[in-house]
């Protein structure tokens, strides 16, 4: 019998529709049955592979039901040992409950996973919403915090997979289809070994069941693809300078398409993406099969970046704007023009960055406001690596840049600057009424920390005052602590020597004041962990969870490490 390979994934809900996605044992028509309420879809096939997503529209707002998966007429979800999946809507007015974090790798939950990766912090909180582990005595004063309520969205910020940090896993697999000793080693070569990957991801039976019932939207970083995936021109000619980096990128760009941005889109969105059409489209008696063309696509994507979006945009009635950024795709790395977003992108940003809603939340993979030590130390690299030096600085900074991964916004002064700005006029009432708080949420740093942020002194002098709180909080890892030395030299560069030194090295290089500063409100810590924002009339609370092992390593318990309440 046909069956599932992966999921189902519960992607974009809304108040009356929902979408769900799977992968496919063969070529099948997929239904999914809530109450009254059904749909189906053909698959369509990548590579070998088949895949189907199924809208079911007029559903009822604010409402929570079972639903099953049934693939050629046949029941698969829920399994027999599975626990129900639900699809609950959204309900106007509700105050939005989100979860998001970023940075997770797939080992087992034994002891021995725990002691190399440590607790999956998006498992631990699956167990707690599926009561499967209750709140432990020691820690009834969490409840609040820990009790999951039901998000009505898990954001996922980058690193969902890590195709050149491979587990054993996966190298087992890698090695019983190709010599693993010729490039490109035990990184992932084409889209076979990705959809493997993606299902070492998902397929553990607690994540698996959090997935089917958690609304969720993603955005890669660049593991998904590569380390420091196009952190300059000279990273990016050096890669395509290799046998093999032309095809990780297309089957990175072509599964992210299937596996993560094609439930990112509403329904509307996705009758006008160019790939997607295809599907709908299709009427023959055979399934589509959509490998060359998503090959092609992939290929032109990665050339002309400006050819297709990845960023996406959610509102929220006037409770909320989500704006979802794309920062690695999207930039420019010629050294005359570089920016972390290409003007295309700027300018649909832009459109985006306004008031008139309660929230405004910016998710990008890469935290917007780094440790301030650590963002004078980039702005600092890009200067010198650009030349400010002269061409031996140039050497030395391109080197810095990539060895220590200086390549986050702060690495980027005139998009930094110019999303700035953006954010600051949206604070001070100049796009619209200003909201209760502009936060940009972010990933990728293996530390997660709350900052507030104020006009700089020159801008203060020159401009309206904030009448919005400026946020930035940042959840990682969600599974992939750094080491303890590791710890240490991301503390000393983020908080210690490179707060003064940063300063000084950025004011040599002349580089100049940025219109914001911020300090921080909570953190850093180190743990694996996921973070719950909801939001309130009159403000923000965020949380952050993690798993905490009692007796058994694949039961932890769910236990509180910080929260921040707007002004508290």
């Not at 939005?96 to 498992?123: I, P, Q």
């Not at 032109?300 to 795709?329: G, I």
Request: aromatic residues 8%; charged residues 25%.
């Amino acid at each position: 019998m046909n069956g599932l390979r992966l999921g189902p994934l519960l992607r974009y809900v809304d108040d009356t529709s929902a979408s769900v996605w799977v992968e496919t044992e063969a070529t099948a028509t997929v239904r999914v049955a809530r109450g009254a309420v059904t749909a189906t879809a053909r698959t369509f096939a990548v590579h070998d592979h088949h895949y189907a997503l199924v809208e079911l529209h007029g559903l009822e707002p604010g409402s929570r039901a079972d639903y099953t998966v049934s693939i050629d007429g046949e029941q698969v979800w829920p399994e027999d040992d599975a626990a129900t999946s639900v699809i609950a809507t959204l309900k106007p007015g509700k105050p939005l409950r989100m979860a998001f974090g970023s940075c997770r790798t797939s080992v087992g939950h034994d002891a021995a996973g725990v002691k190399s990766h440590g607790v999956d912090a998006l498992r631990s909180y699956a167990l707690r919403m599926s009561d499967a582990v209750p709140v432990g005595a020691e820690h009834q004063e969490d409840r609040d915090l820990t009790d999951p309520r039901w998000p009505d969205l898990l954001l996922l910020l980058g690193d969902q997979v890590y195709a050149d940090e491979t587990t054993k896993e996966m190298r087992e697999f890698i090695a019983a289809r190709r010599d693993i000793e010729e490039p490109p080693w035990e990184e992932l070569k084409d889209f076979g070994e990705y959809a493997h990957l993606y299902s070492l991801a998902w397929s553990d039976t607690t994540n698996r069941w959090l997935l089917s019932t958690l609304p969720s939207a993603m955005m890669f970083d660049d593991h998904d693809i590569r380390d420091d995936w196009n952190t300059s021109q000279a990273w990016r000619d050096e890669m395509q300078a290799t046998s093999w980096w032309h095809g990780r990128i297309v089957s990175g760009l072509a599964s992210y398409w299937v596996y993560q941005h094609l439930g990112n889109l509403s329904p509307t969105e996705r009758r006008e993406d160019e790939i997607y059409r295809l599907v709908l489209a299709h009427e023959g008696p055979d399934e589509l099969d959509l490998s060359d063309v998503l090959d092609a696509f992939a290929d032109r994507v990665d050339r002309e970046p400006a050819s297709y979006r990845w960023s996406y945009c959610r509102d929220f009635d006037t409770q909320a704007r989500l704006v979802v950024v794309d920062s690695r795709a999207a930039r420019v790395l010629e050294p005359s023009q570089r920016a972390l977003l290409d003007p295309d992108e700027l300018a649909w940003l832009d459109e985006r960055m306004r008031g008139d809603v309660d929230h405004l939340l910016i998710g990008t993979s890469l935290p917007f406001m780094l440790a301030r030590g650590l963002h004078h130390v980039e702005s600092f690299s890009e200067a010198l690596a650009e030349g400010t030096w002269g061409p031996r600085g140039a050497k030395m900074g391109e080197k810095l840049r990539q060895t220590v991964d200086l390549e986050h916004w702060a690495a980027f002064q005139k998009s930094f600057a110019a999303v700035s700005d953006m954010a600051i006029e949206v604070a001070s009432g100049k796009r619209g009424r200003p909201p209760v708080s502009v936060t940009f949420l972010g990933g990728d740093v293996h530390h997660s920390y709350v900052s507030e942020a104020r006009l700089s002194r020159r801008r203060a002098r020159a401009g309206d005052p904030l009448r919005s709180a400026v946020l930035q909080a940042v959840c990682s890892p969600i599974r992939n602590p750094l080491s303890p030395r590791m710890r240490f030299v991301t503390a000393a560069l983020s908080y210690g020597v490179a707060g003064p030194l940063g300063r000084i090295v950025s004011k040599s290089t002349k580089v100049p004041d940025g219109p914001l500063r911020w300090t921080y409100a909570k953190g850093p810590w180190f743990d694996n962990n996921l973070a719950c924002l909801e939001l309130e009339p009159a403000g923000v609370r965020m949380w952050w969870v993690k798993g905490e092992v009692v007796d058994d390593p694949s039961l932890p318990q769910l236990v509180k490490v910080a929260d921040y309440r707007l002004g508290d």
